[in-house]
Nanobody, 122 residues
């Protein structure tokens, strides 16, 4: 079992940048595939991007390329999501997820954090 705790969300203005953090515990972090999802009110959970456990390369959802950057620090058991040029449409709860294989599908991740709210005002 893996415990995940997100932080870094808040109320920001359009055009700002934000860095979300996810701290993991309970399992060897370096062997986990990590990902970020988001869910806006009334919408389905959406894949933002993930990062592979072995080579550390990131991959993103088709609509997420360009403004989103995922990184990980295995020494700190943490994964990060940098969001630049925030838009009101980015308003959502952002979730960190951990699993055994890299995937853009939520069902492939067995462990989830509680989420952190990001609200972007225009």
């Amino acid at each position: 079992q893996v415990q995940l705790v997100e932080s870094g969300g808040g109320l920001v203005q359009a055009g700002d940048s934000l860095r979300l953090s996810c701290a993991a515990s309970g399992r060897t972090f370096s062997s986990l595939a990590m990902a970020w999802f988001r869910q806006a009110p009334g919408k389905e959970r959406e894949f933002v991007g993930g990062i592979r456990w072995n080579i550390g390369s990131a991959y993103y959802g088709d609509s997420m390329k360009g403004r989103f950057t995922i990184s990980r620090d295995n020494a700190k058991n943490s994964v990060y999501l940098q969001i630049d040029s925030l838009e009101p449409e980015d308003t959502a709860v952002y979730y960190c997820a951990a699993g055994l294989v890299s995937s853009n599908l939520a069902r492939n991740y067995a462990n989830w954090g509680q989420g952190t709210q990001v609200t972007v005002s225009s």
